[in-house]
């Protein structure tokens, strides 16, 4: 389980302004009619992945006359997130009691055959897609008041009377999204998969694009600052709606809390509001996201409001250190995420994703022609560099370690090679070197995996890069994936951080850079992929 950090002390500080110009940028959302594509019928196996055994065309779903205990499954095609209206009937004698019926709105095929009533997660079952329904009086067209995200709507009838049966007549979708697909002209490349990792990112990106940059549209529905930094990315290379991370940032920009911290995320509604979480690296992360949109944009206005607030957080960041020039390992009053791999040890990344802050503190500052902060922020990061060499390169294993059990994982040698600790060429050893030893503590997340990739090819290793692309992002593909998933450990494919897959989210917004990678290093001016 992962810690949660419950703060004793949370202020907040609104900057009116900002969340004005945030609301302004508030976009349309399109909506899109979607129907169903099929009836499908699925047998449990000894994997946890159903069988299908049978497929129908939609047009039978109206002779289905469906008894106590009968369901019906509809496969739309692909993931879509929105609203549904289910047209329902009654045919037989006079409906003498109520319809009483079960809706599993589903990702994946194998959330219609796990068995929910054994969850024992600690984030709330709220989360899984299913009603219980009790229809009074058929027909009815039944317009469900919540949005979900789904693939697969799997409808059961739990009872009805002995007299009269139910019928289906039509289930539609309204799909909801600030962007369009169509709006993405595809890659073109011999290599079908690549060509299909593109889509699917595409379309994962697009399901997260909603008021904001959601980080899921199942769970968590909010906008989290980590996510947030990837999706960016991927917009810009794909739906270029520039305004959308404008808004973002001044969300966050104008939400603080307690000495100006950014929180982790921020909840969307009743009203726009942080959430009480400070997550180290993810506030420290919101300089990447400023820089990233002052270089796509040249908005000068943006970059000089926001400035102050990714300064701060490197202020703050560095508040954690040590005489000796480290963050301590876990201090209990933050998390520092970095992944959800199981026993992570996050000390040295602490370290590393400061340093990397810094950097782009560096350069927010050259563009801001601020001297004195790049002066301050040169000389403290050549500190720190050092201080990382000092405390956590053991010389022997040729490798980083962290923690007090001098852990070696994946993610630590990623996050130094990000904060270039070393030159390219010594992080290019590393970077090889890692794979060698491939360190017990892996990656399991599509966030993390990112900044592998995005490390092999800051480390010259962009060959090397596109083919793990297509190993991890491509097996999810192998695996059924319609948009990236939440979290992917290939040598594990049912892991989950919250105790059950059923939570998982699997359109996850920090999956989606693919598309950002193949777009921004390896296309040529004619749109092909070049290796
Ligand atoms: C998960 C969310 C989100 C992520 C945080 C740290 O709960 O899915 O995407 O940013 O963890």
Not at 148 to 171: G, H, N, P, T
Not at 290 to 313: C, M, N, S
Not at 448 to 454: A, L
Not at 512 to 529: A, M, Q, S
Request: aromatic share 12%; proline share 4%; glycine share 4%.
């Amino acid at each position: 389980m992962a810690s949660v950090c419950i703060l004793d002390e949370f202020h907040v500080h609104k900057n009116e302004e900002f969340l004005s110009i945030a609301e302004e940028l508030k976009p349309d959302l399109i909506r899109t009619e979607v129907t169903p594509q099929r009836l499908l019928k699925l047998e449990r196996n000894e994997h946890p992945e159903p069988e299908i055994t049978e497929e129908e065309p939609v047009d039978h779903l109206k002779e289905k006359v469906l008894k106590k205990d009968d369901s019906i499954i509809l496969d739309f095609g692909n993931h879509y997130v929105g609203y549904v209206t289910l047209e329902l009937a009654s045919v037989g004698s006079h409906q003498d009691a109520p319809a009483y019926i079960y809706l599993k709105f589903a990702e994946r095929l194998d959330e219609l055959t796990t068995d929910i009533s054994a969850y024992n997660g600690w984030i709330s079952k709220g989360w899984i897609q299913e009603e219980y329904l009790h229809v009074d009086v058929l027909p009815e067209k039944l317009v469900l008041p919540r949005r979900y995200a789904f693939r697969y709507l799997e409808i059961k009838v739990l009872d009805v009377s002995l007299k009269f049966s139910l019928v289906v007549q039509d289930v539609k979708l309204q799909s909801v999204s600030a962007v369009r697909e169509e709006m993405v002209p595809a890659i073109q490349t011999e290599d079908v998969l690549l060509r299909k990792i593109d889509q699917v990112s595409i379309r994962t990106l697009k399901n997260c694009m909603q008021l904001v940059f959601e980080d899921g549209p199942k769970r968590d529905r909010r906008m989290w600052l980590g996510d947030l930094r990837l999706q960016a990315r991927a917009n810009y290379k794909t739906f270029g709606h520039k305004d959308m991370v404008k808004r973002c940032l001044y969300l966050f920009g104008g939400l603080t809390f307690n000495e100006g911290k950014i929180p982790a995320c921020l909840f969307l509604e009743p009203e726009i509001e942080p959430d009480d979480t400070y997550l180290y690296d993810y506030a420290l992360l919101y300089g990447s996201v400023l820089l990233d949109y002052y270089q796509e944009t040249g908005d000068e206005k943006t970059l000089q409001d926001l400035y102050p607030v990714a300064i701060r957080q490197i202020e703050i960041g560095l508040t954690y250190l040590t005489e000796d020039n480290v963050i301590p390992d876990r201090s209990g009053e933050f998390w520092c995420f970095v992944d959800w791999g199981e026993g992570l040890n996050t000390q040295a990344c602490s370290l590393a994703i400061l340093i990397y802050a810094m950097r782009y503190g560096i350069r927010l500052a050259e563009c801001m022609k601020d001297t004195q902060t790049k002066q301050w922020l040169s000389e403290k990061i050549q500190v720190l560099k050092q201080s990382a060499i000092d405390h956590f390169w053991d010389e022997g294993k040729q490798l980083f370690v962290s923690g007090p059990d001098r852990q070696i994982s994946w993610a630590t040698q990623v996050w130094m090679i990000l904060a270039r600790v070393f030159d390219q060429e010594k992080n290019r050893a590393l970077i090889l070197h890692t794979i060698e030893v491939n360190p017990r503590i892996r990656m399991v997340t599509p966030y993390m995996y990112h900044h592998y990739i995005d490390a092999l090819i800051r480390s010259g290793e962009k060959e090397r890069a596109l083919e793990e692309m297509k190993r991890y992002w491509g097996e999810m593909i192998h695996d059924g994936a319609d948009t990236f998933w939440e979290l992917y450990n290939p040598f594990n494919k049912y892991e989950s951080p919250y105790g059950s897959v059923a939570v998982n989210s699997f359109c996850h917004a920090w999956s989606c850079t693919p598309t950002y990678f193949l777009r921004k290093f390896y296309l040529t001016e004619e749109g092909d992929v070049k290796k």
